[in-house]
């Protein structure tokens, strides 16, 4: 077992029971504070522990590496060390944090120099994403859209069971939890009219997904194998993958997504390492037929991680309107980093790889507004009275995730995004 992951630690900092960041998960993100230019922290409890500021005071100097690999903007540079040195440095944080542990409960300035509150903290984009992949991994979502848009006898098209489909996005316009989006605006054309218009998106929706992080790059021509993707994977966020259903519509044919998502995709700003996640394998979807051999792997590589969408109005209150879990994914993370790198695509640190919506198959657990309101023909009756069909000007949509077994429990946080009138 990981150290870092014995569920028998407790940490000095008082900690809920309900936190999203007990000691066993000790997440990395990029924040910045009064008097803190942005770098490197680790959530734990309401609290952000400053690697800057440890490392400076010398609190790493068994681990191989240069602690400025802190005082930096973005995750990149520190998840580009490895995963060893992940490993080190979350195994020594653990060690830090620790109740029997009194290298920093011991001193009331060094406590105050290394910890921050969260709420005083505005936290930041964690890596500079070089590249972004969305892929299309939930068979129940394929299957959904399938049958809406196609022929519900043939809803997944013939290569859906022998490849993870998915496409390359726009790696610019991902942004971090906090950050307002303008609906977009493109082209949409109406099944009834003569010719397309241009304006704001009337279909505007939410995908709920998880993406993950990678950390080792690969030589251009190298392709890695799901087993070896372990070494490859640094972590994982939650991943709101905007999309325009209308624009989506019209645009779609015969290249595939492009303005209809590449106007915004938000993340949550802790990324949970594998390490943290480590207790929550479990067993995927049955594959059949059997994947090539290119895309075998063994063990378990699904994560049990529960998902939940809520939809808050302008001044209203939050409704919770989806619960979903990353363990429906047909096609595991592993398998579709085996499969983005089998042509010797070369993977780089800092590349986001988004699993697809996620959708479960009960009704309750359809990960977009696409599938919730099935088109918009059954539209969710929001407390307020009010209806959506999709999601309208002045809304907020939150997601939020976490794993959980025995009492400890691997949060995610959350992804807060409102929407704000075309411009
Ligand atoms: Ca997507």
Not at 27 to 40: E, K, T
Not at 112 to 130: F, N, Y
Not at 293 to 315: A, C, H, M, S
């Amino acid at each position: 077992m990981i150290r870092a992951n014995d569920p028998s630690l407790h940490s000095w900092i008082e900690i809920d029971a309900k936190s999203d960041f007990p000691i066993q998960n000790l997440p990395f993100g990029i924040f910045r504070a009064p008097n803190r230019d942005p770098r490197v922290g680790v959530a734990i409890g309401e609290y952000i522990l400053d690697l800057c500021e440890l490392g400076r005071r010398d609190f790493f100097e068994l681990i191989d590496l240069d602690p400025n690999v802190f005082h930096r903007p973005y995750l990149n540079d520190f998840i580009a060390l490895g995963k060893p040195i992940w490993r080190a440095v979350r195994n020594r944080v653990s060690e830090l944090l620790r109740n029997d542990n009194d290298e920093i409960s011991g001193n009331s300035n060094l406590i105050r120099a290394v910890l921050v509150k969260q709420s005083d903290a505005e936290m930041l984009m964690p890596v500079k994403v070089g590249n972004y992949t969305d892929f299309y991994s939930s068979i129940e979502h394929a299957t959904n859209v399938g049958t809406m848009f196609r022929d519900p006898k043939n809803a997944l098209l013939p290569n859906w069971k022998h490849i993870p489909i998915g496409y390359h996005g726009r790696a610019s316009s991902i942004v971090v939890s906090g950050t307002d989006i303008y609906r977009p605006k493109g082209q949409t054309k109406a099944p009834d009219a003569e010719a397309p218009t241009f304006g704001p998106t009337r279909l505007l929706d939410f995908e709920l997904e998880v993406a993950f992080i990678t950390g080792r790059e690969t030589e251009l021509g190298e392709s890695i194998s799901p087993n070896e993707a372990d070494d490859y994977i640094f972590g994982l966020v939650l991943f709101n993958d905007w999309s325009a259903r209308d624009i989506q519509t019209w645009e779609y044919v015969p290249l595939g997504p492009f303005l209809a998502k590449s106007f915004a995709s938000s993340v949550s700003p802790w990324v949970v390492t594998l390490d943290a996640l480590e207790p929550f394998r479990v067993k995927g979807p049955v594959q059949n037929p059997r994947p090539l051999p290119y895309l075998e792997f063994t063990g378990n590589r699904n994560y049990d991680i529960k998902l939940e969408v809520l939809l808050q109005p302008e001044g209203g209150q939050e409704n919770s309107i989806c619960h979903s879990n990353y363990r429906y994914v047909y096609w595991n993370m592993y398998q579709q980093l085996a499969h983005q790198s089998s042509n010797g695509c070369n993977i780089q640190v800092g590349d986001m790889y988004a699993s697809g919506t996620i959708s479960g198959s009960e009704k309750d657990s359809y990960g977009s507004m696409l599938e919730l309101t099935w088109r918009g023909s059954n539209p969710l009756i929001l407390s307020d009275g009010t209806e959506r069909k999709f999601i309208n000007d002045g809304d907020t949509v939150i997601m939020r995730g976490h794993a959980e077994r025995n009492s400890i429990r691997i949060g995610f946080g959350e992804v807060r995004t409102k929407v704000l009138p075309a411009v």
